[in-house]
């Protein structure tokens, strides 16, 4: 059975999992799901339609699947879906979507700190952490692994690499490839994650092929076009390359340089 405060306030249609833990003076609204082995410390609010999966945390003052700030917005129903083992720190802020029957969709084992926010019609992928104050604006996608840092904010329709990171203080207007470092304000790429693909294992072939497409594709004296087709006759058809090839082929908004 779930544990409950006798300060909660829940609507009576909201399903809460077994062994989850509601705790003082939260609000969960209508429509809400969760899942089993949750936590909601204190002064949590999670109000619906929003899916919650299994063991997520979310702390005092977190605020999750309230209405779109999207002023097109005139209370359609939309959803949120959150899946497993992600952490909502102090004050983090997560909407539904925007469109009818649109869905904001939250991966799993994310780390979200204080005062991060994700916007509405978002899609965010796995292992990912939001520093504190990392902000997405509307529609906005963000690959599993990326790293989005303090005080940082992406621009609606952008999209975030897997395994990119964004320094702090930084101004995202265009799409940051994937494997990379974007910072500043305008943001610039900065080089090759290579630490952080260090650590999830990624094999130093891979991450030579990686550094030799970033001097292609950013540090040459040609456009993307030009580097994007450099890139794919002189390197091996890698796994990386290819990926890192299809994203910026793909972009519509035009990468960050």
Do not use: W
Request: proline share 4%; with cysteine; glycine share 12%.
């Amino acid at each position: 059975m779930a544990r409950i405060h006798p300060s909660a306030i829940i609507d009576p249609t909201a399903k809460i999992g077994q062994s989850s833990t509601v705790g003082p003076y939260c609000i969960i609204g209508a429509g809400v799901v969760i899942g089993d082995e949750c936590q909601l410390r204190a002064h949590v609010t999670i109000t619906g339609p929003t899916k919650v999966g299994d063991r997520n945390s979310f702390y005092p003052y977190s605020c999750i699947g309230e209405r779109s700030q999207d002023l097109k917005y005139e209370a359609e129903p939309t959803y949120l879906e959150i899946g497993d083992d992600n952490c909502f720190r102090e004050f983090s802020t997560v909407h539904r979507a925007t469109a009818p029957n649109g869905i904001t969709r939250i991966g799993s084992r994310g780390n979200f700190l204080a005062y991060s926010h994700i916007a509405h019609d978002c899609v965010v992928g796995d292992d990912v952490v939001f520093s504190n104050n990392g902000t997405l604006a509307g529609h906005v996608v963000v690959g599993d692994h990326a790293v989005i840092g303090g005080l940082s904010g992406v621009h609606q329709f952008c999209r975030i690499g897997a395994h990119a990171i964004v320094g702090g203080c930084t101004k995202i207007v265009q799409d940051v490839p994937p494997f990379l470092i974007a910072d500043g304000n305008p943001a610039e790429i900065r080089g090759v994650n290579h630490v952080g693909l260090e650590r999830r294992g990624f094999t130093h072939e891979a991450i030579r092929e990686l550094r030799e497409a970033y001097k292609l594709i950013f540090r040459s004296n040609l456009n993307t076009s030009q580097g994007l087709e450099s890139l794919r006759s002189e390197l091996p058809n890698s796994e990386v390359v290819g990926c890192l090839a299809d994203f910026i082929a793909t972009s519509e908004r035009g990468i960050v340089r």
